[in-house]
């Protein structure tokens, strides 16, 4: 059977997709961000996984106001990397798990969680940049990926606790499949962070810190805390964090922490980064 073996969590900022594209990850100002992934990078190349399942949000790049779906899976054999007004990042496409994925699907949509199916779709930085963080610049990305890409740019995004239920179908859907995979799940986005506004540019070490705690702490009741809590601590861009709490509720009580990292600052965003390790 497939299996989730690790939780992945970090931040996504176009910025450090364009350090890594560029050549500057080596600057004084990447130097110490790209460090915290250097571990990761060691392990993720022993971990070897079949398929990640990455959550991540679109940026108005596939999706636009004309058409916001909550939760959308993405079934296609390829994606390609969206435009986001630059031209498409030179990265390989994303290669999918269609099998996995309509698996994943099935199994979600009548355990009650209404999800949107895609069958064409690029993806942005959102996904692009942690396959970047994780992975470097390979002339192809060593596994499939199943982009999921949840709403958070247009009001009202789905709960925290919506998105930790969310991620217990997914736990389920994936033990099901008849396969033998390894599988990861991602969350991505986040910490606090703020783009627009008066207040643009917040940043809040203590809720951040407080957030990465208690991923281990108590989950369940990081589940329970409200949209206005994060908009008003982390930031409207903070809202982002809902997503983590998918990977996290896809993951067996008690996961083991495997890897933390927190820097502050990467262009607007203050960076968050868990491993978790799903096996006992
Ligand atoms: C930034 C952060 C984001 O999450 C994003 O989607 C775009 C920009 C930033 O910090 O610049
Ligand atoms: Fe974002």
């Known amino acids: 059977m497939a299996r989730i073996t690790a939780g992945v969590f970090t931040s996504h900022v176009p910025a450090i997709g364009a350090a890594i594209d560029l050549g500057k990850t080596g600057e004084p100002y990447w ?3 790209f460090a915290g992934y250097e571990f990761s990078k060691q392990w993720i190349a022993n971990e070897k996984p079949d398929v990640i399942f990455l959550v991540y949000n679109d940026h108005a790049s596939a999706f636009s106001l004309e058409m916001i779906p909550t939760f959308a899976i993405g079934c296609a054999e390829r994606f390609e990397p969206a435009d986001e007004g630059w031209g498409p990042r030179k990265v390989p ?6 099998e996995l994925a309509a698996h994943i699907a099935q199994s979600v949509i009548l355990d009650e969680f209404d999800l949107t199916i895609v069958n064409k779709m690029d993806v942005d930085h959102g996904l692009t940049v942690p396959l970047s963080l994780l992975f470097g610049q390979p002339a192809a990305w060593p596994c499939r990926v199943i982009p999921f890409a949840v709403n958070v740019v247009q009001y009202p995004p789905p709960t925290g606790h919506r998105c ?3 991620g217990k179908a997914l736990r389920r859907a994936i033990a099901s499949f008849d396969e033998d995979l390894n599988v990861q799940v991602w969350g991505t986005g986040g910490m606090s962070h703020q783009l627009q506004g008066p207040r643009a ?5 203590a809720f ?8 281990l702490a108590d989950p369940e009741g990081l589940a329970k ?5 994060y908009v008003r601590e982390a930031g409207s861009e903070g809202i982002e964090l809902v ?5 996290l509720g896809a993951l067996d009580p008690h996961p083991r922490l495997v890897h933390r990292f927190y820097h502050v600052p990467a262009s607007n965003t203050a960076v968050g980064h868990v491993i978790l390790d799903n096996r006992h």
């Open 31 to 33: 130097q110490p961000l």
């Open 93 to 98: 496409p994303v290669i999918g798990h269609p």
């Open 164 to 166: 930790y239920q969310l």
């Open 201 to 205: 540019g917040l940043i809040n070490k």
């Open 208 to 215: 951040d810190n407080a957030f990465l705690d208690r991923m």
């Open 225 to 229: 805390v409200p949209h206005l809590d």
């Open 243 to 247: 997503m983590w709490l998918i990977a």
